[in-house]
């Protein structure tokens, strides 16, 4: 029951992620132009984001009610689906997530995923809300309340990044289009602003996360939550060195040679891939004892 746990937080953090994100490049950072030539593309993205979302949000209850009750007999009854939901801390936020996934899936699936601002602003609280469950609520009083509040910042901050990164990748696959040139170029203007204080925020909260989940530096390689924590830490590590490299190196000689392009694409979707790893880390030992 673990490993299918583990794949359904996986499913669900990512899109929940990817749905915030691209959204958010959509209503805010693509000039107008640009953000139509992508909507199909992208509408169809989120869309299916959203219905992973709601599946594994359903998946994810019913496992829950496993491991608080009794096992495989307990996923799959209703009772202890109603106890969960009503009795404890995660089924009172679960309940707000939940409808939150079905108005979204609602939303995009009947055409209105056009109003991407909307879509962003739900997908906000949506992503946010899982800010309020696992080890973010381990604590009580003012520290907890700083628990909660960098949980949430970091999945906002994250997500923009990752969802940035899954619509930088399909407006790079336009940029020989010469009427959109102007319009990636000033996207990937504003992305390079608020990119660099999402990741100055995801790194910020990722540190407030491990002093106040973990209590200290991860240097316990024999504890296997710090060993993938370690590893999600080396991980980011070589994402940001990506981005510097794609933001200083071949962003600014885009327009002058192929190979910069061609250079940017493979290094946007290596981050991006990188990104999904370390989801899936989180997925892993954010199940696991913080010890
Ligand atoms: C691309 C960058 C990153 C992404 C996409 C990301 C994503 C996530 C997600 C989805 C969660 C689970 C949500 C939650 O528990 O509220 C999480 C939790 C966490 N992250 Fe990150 N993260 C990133 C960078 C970092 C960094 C740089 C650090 C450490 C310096 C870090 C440390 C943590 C910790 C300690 C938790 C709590 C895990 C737990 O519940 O036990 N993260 N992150």
């Avoid at 289009?177 to 990937?188: E, G, M, P, T, Y």
Wanted: glycine residues 10%.
């Amino acid at each position: 029951m673990d490993a299918i746990l583990v794949l359904c937080r996986l499913l669900h953090y990512a899109s929940a992620l990817f749905l915030f994100g691209i959204g958010a490049f959509q209503g805010w950072l693509a000039p107008q132009h640009l953000a139509r030539s992508l909507d199909a593309a992208l509408g169809r993205a989120v869309s299916v984001a959203a219905v992973i979302g709601l599946l594994s949000a359903v998946a994810w209850l019913f496992l829950a009610s496993g491991e608080m009750g009794d096992g495989w007999s307990d996923v799959w009854s209703p009772a202890t689906w109603y106890a969960v939901l009503t009795d404890t801390e995660f089924g009172h936020v679960w309940q707000i997530h939940l409808l939150l996934g079905a108005a979204l899936v609602s939303f995009l699936v009947s055409g209105w995923g056009r109003h991407w601002r909307l879509v962003t602003v739900l997908g906000a609280v949506y992503l946010g809300s899982l800010g309020f469950i696992g080890h973010a609520v381990m604590l009580e009083g003012a520290a907890g309340r700083i628990s909660r509040a960098s949980h949430v910042v970091h999945l906002l901050a994250g997500g923009f990044w990752l969802g940035a990164l899954v619509a930088l990748t399909a407006c790079l696959g336009k940029f020989g289009d010469n009427d959109l040139q102007s319009d990636i170029s000033h996207a990937l203007q504003r992305f390079s602003g608020l990119g660099h204080l999402a990741v100055a925020a995801v790194v910020a909260t990722g540190f407030v996360n491990v002093a106040l989940v973990l209590g200290h530096w991860p240097n316990d390689t024999s504890s296997p939550y710090q060993l993938l924590l370690l590893w999600k830490i080396g991980l980011v590590a070589v994402m940001v060195g990506l981005a510097v490299v794609n933001r200083y190196v071949l962003v600014p000689k885009l327009r002058d040679n192929d190979a910069s392009l061609q250079a940017l694409r493979l290094f946007t979707v290596v981050e991006l891939a990188l990104g999904v790893c370390v989801v899936a880390l989180v997925s892993l030992f954010g199940n696991l004892p913080p010890k």
